[in-house]
């Protein structure tokens, strides 16, 4: 399956995937990153691992249907079948999101439908949970409420910073993001037509 990567910034959750591609069983090839911002080290890490880079800089697009669109036009010229957002950060419209039902992917750090938006780790240590975690989602348009693939729990300790949850929830993420690239990119697990989440076994 041919994978497009969406950044905005340092692209961890990008390295991640890339290692995850690169192995021979995977069923992911990813073929293109666009970052939405110039010059973040995400398109560093794509151009080492040889991987073709656009920058598609929202601010220089009257509206967001022109910038989505330019975005809709780059995955076509490289012939994409899935979309992954690795700490992209730009909402996107719902023309674009309905396109790509089912075939667009966001990893988000909490346990949705907890903590939704930004700061979703600063959310979770105010509310002084004692489990967080990462949650990889099927966009909808409705802002992080798309059909749930993977999630991962980390435990919230006593000391924790804003700092130490994030990266806690960070190395979970990596694990998160690659594991459900796997399985939507190999067909076990699918959106069904309900927007439910449908695993290949499900007869
Ligand atoms: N329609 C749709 N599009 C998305 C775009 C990005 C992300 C990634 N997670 C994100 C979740 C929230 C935001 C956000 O509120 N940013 C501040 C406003 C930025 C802006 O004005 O664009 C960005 C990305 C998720 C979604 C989603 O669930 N649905
Ligand atoms: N979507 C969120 O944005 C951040 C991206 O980090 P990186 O992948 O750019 O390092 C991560 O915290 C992820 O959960």
Redo the contacts with the bound molecule.
Sequence with gaps: TRVAVLISGTGTNLQALIEQAKRPSSSAEIVLVISNRPGVEGLRRASLAGIQTRVVDHKLYGSRAEFDGTIDRVLAEFRVELVC?AG???????TF?KKWSGRLL?I?PSLLPSFK??NAQKQALQAGVRVSGCTVHF????????AIIVQEAVPVLPDDTEESLCDRIRQAEHRAFPGALELVASGAVRLGEDGHILWKSDC
């Excluded at 992209?88 to 719902?94: A, E, K, S, V």
């Excluded at 966009?139 to 798309?146: L, N, P, Q, T, Y």
Aim: net charge negative.
């Design positions: 957002l992209f950060m730009r909402i996107l419209t719902g999101v966001n988000h938006g930004v966009v909808a348009e409705e802002v992080d409420a798309g």
